[in-house]
């Protein structure tokens, strides 16, 4: 059951990329799914412009501040990205 979908482009700078994934946990974690874990994906191809490693420290940055309520409301993260750095 898809809940939602997002995407990030553009080469964006770590700030941008942190207040985005920010976003996405703050709606993740306000509830348990009734059935079980959420799960999130983070995935791509490979980024011919995005610097992958800076858009992963923002993600990194949100993933520190919401780790505790990710775990809380059962999210599973996995991740296939592929790029520059």
Not at 31 to 45: C, E
Request: glycine share 10%; proline share 4%.
């Amino acid at each position: 059951e898809l809940a939602n979908h997002g995407e990030y482009s553009g080469n964006p700078t770590r700030a941008e990329t942190r207040e985005y994934v920010k976003t996405v946990f703050d709606l993740m974690t306000r509830s348990r799914h009734p059935q079980g874990d959420k799960i999130l994906i983070i995935g791509g191809a490979i980024a011919n412009f995005t610097d992958v490693a800076k858009t992963f420290e923002g993600i990194i940055d949100a993933m520190k501040e919401y780790a505790d309520k990710l775990k809380e409301v059962g999210v599973k993260i996995y991740v296939r990205r592929g790029g520059p750095n």
